[in-house]
């Protein structure tokens, strides 16, 4: 579902991607851990295209990402088809970035009433279920500052669903909650992947990586370090580098 091959980023100076080679199996869930400044948010944004590669493809359900074929070579494409493309791919980030002017059900419904020509009903009937589906079918009214960081974050993945993506793109999608409001938002990415989403988990999450992970990668300055089966990268590492990230904990 998704391939990335040979991607470089640099920002000024710096090569933040050195050459990454990552993919992953439709149907599948993948974890990005690493120590912060390893590139992973980078990588993640290259996904969806926030973030165009400076070398490198990446292809999403048999598209290339933020590029256009043009005889011989590649060339960019348009930012507006650029955003075309990534609506289909959701993504969740750390911080919820709710509209706050808006209610839950509102937040739901913003993206495909702006996209496509969905009638209001069907979209509210949607965004019903997809509360429903993220336990909060009685906070649809409520607005962003009257629920808790689990009920947004909860809300923010209802409103990605809604955009019906081929991929999910989770970035670090607990670190900003307290502690116990992280397990009712790890219980709605398990449903998700027991559904059959494809994702990408950004997490220091390490018993959700063993849990639900189908393939783990271990990122470090720019490179992926080691990859496989969680059973393996996680509780086995065959490098030094991911030894003594994991030990850190
Ligand atoms: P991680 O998500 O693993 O913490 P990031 O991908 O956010 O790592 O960052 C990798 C490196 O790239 C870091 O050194 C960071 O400071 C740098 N970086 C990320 N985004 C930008 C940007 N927009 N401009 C300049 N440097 C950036
Ligand atoms: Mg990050």
């Known amino acids: 579902m998704i391939v990335m ?22 149907g599948s869930v993948s974890c990005l851990i690493g120590p912060s400044g390893s590139g992973k948010s980078t990588l993640l944004r290259c996904v969806n295209g926030l ?8 292809w999403v359900d048999g598209e290339l990402i933020g590029l256009r074929v043009d005889g011989d070579h590649v060339v960019p494409l348009p930012e507006k088809e650029i955003a075309d493309q990534r609506r289909h791919i959701g993504m969740v980030f ?6 706050p002017h808006m209610t839950a059900l509102e937040n739901v419904m913003a993206g495909p ?10 979209t509210r009937r949607l965004a019903l279920a997809l509360l429903d589906q993220v336990g909060l079918s009685a906070r649809g009214d409520h607005y962003p500052n009257e629920l808790s960081g689990g009920q947004q974050q909860r809300v923010a993945i209802a409103r990605a669903l809604a955009m019906r993506p081929k991929v999910m793109l989770f970035d ?13 938002v790890l219980a709605v990415m398990r449903d998700l992947a027991a559904e059959g989403m494809t994702m990408i988990v950004v997490t220091h999450e390490m018993g959700f990586a ?15 370090v080691e990859e496989g089966h969680p059973d393996t990268v996680l509780t086995n590492p ?12």
């Not at 750390?94 to 509209?99: A, C, D, I, P, Y």
């Not at 009433?113 to 069907?122: H, M, P, T």
């Not at 670090?172 to 009712?184: F, I, K, R």
Request: charged share 35%; net charge negative.
């Open 113 to 122: 009433l702006r996209v496509s020509g969905a009638g209001r009903d069907d």
């Open 94 to 99: 750390q911080r919820f970035n709710l509209f």
């Open 172 to 184: 670090e999608p607990t670190s900003a909650l307290d502690p116990e409001l992280v397990g009712e």
């Open 5 to 26: 091959h040979g991607i470089r980023k640099r920002f000024d100076s710096v090569e933040v991607l050195k050459g990454v080679d990552y993919s992953v199996a439709r």
């Open 210 to 224: 063993r849990e639900v992970a189908d393939h783990v990668c271990f990122m470090d300055d720019g490179v992926i």
């Open 51 to 58: 973030q165009l590669a400076d070398e490198g493809e990446v």
């Open 238 to 249: 065959r490098t030094a580098r991911a030894r003594e990230f994991l030990k850190r904990g």
